[in-house]
């Protein structure tokens, strides 16, 4: 294995540990609004992309409810089937999870039949991060790629405050956050 893989085990591990560590009435209270820092770096009108979370992630399903009471567009990842690109799918209520299907990867997005959606924020998932805005992903480089493509998009990632690393193995390929967002800090802007 290497480097990446063994610190993305060992850092999924202590996400899970974390995460099932917290109680169902403070786990309601997290993550409902963005912090003003964070909104201070959406333009107005913005499409704001959120993920559906797998367990053990932070999840970004209030802040896609608040933007969109705050007139928001919200889009989600979307994947035609595994190893397709990733594209964004509009959301159209995020307060309905009932309209969403499983994606190829066992995530939910958006029906095919949604709109398509370009993002200028994107809302991310990660395993780990330092303090200079480095994150380490899933491994499938579908972000890094995003990010490679759209140098305009303001990357925030949010996390468990656990997943604070001191440095990760980084590669040319490997794309930066602006921010990053735990329950108890504000990182950035990087």
């Known amino acids: 294995m290497t480097d990446k893989q063994v610190l993305r085990a060992q850092l999924r591990q202590r996400r899970a540990a974390h995460d099932a560590s917290i109680s169902a009435n403070l786990r309601a209270l997290l993550f409902n609004r963005p912090p003003t820092a ?5 333009p107005e009108g913005a499409v704001v992309s959120v993920y559906h979370p797998i367990p053990g992630e ?5 802040y ?3 933007f969109a009471e705050q ?14 690109p990733m594209a964004f799918k509009l959301w159209d209520n995020p307060f309905d ?10 995530a939910m997005q958006p029906p095919p039949e949604a709109d398509d959606a370009e993002v200028d924020v994107a809302i991310v998932p990660l395993v780990g991060f330092t303090l200079t805005g480095q994150r380490l992903g899933q491994g499938g ?3 890094d790629k995003l990010l490679a493509s759209r140098p305009n998009l303001v990357p925030i990632g ?7 690393v001191d440095a990760l193995p980084i590669e040319p390929h490997d794309r930066s956050l602006r921010a990053v967002v ?3 800090r504000f990182y950035g802007p990087f």
Do not use: I, K, M, N
């Open 64 to 66: 896609a409810r608040w």
């Open 58 to 62: 932070a999840s970004p399903l209030g």
């Open 158 to 164: 949010l996390a468990w405050d656990c997943q604070l």
């Open 141 to 143: 480089g579908y972000y």
């Open 97 to 106: 999870e009932s309209t969403l299907v499983p994606d190829p990867y066992g």
């Open 71 to 84: 007139g928001h567009p919200v889009a989600l990842p979307w994947f035609a089937e595994r190893g397709a």
């Open 38 to 42: 964070l909104l201070e770096l959406v």
């Open 182 to 184: 735990t329950p108890t």
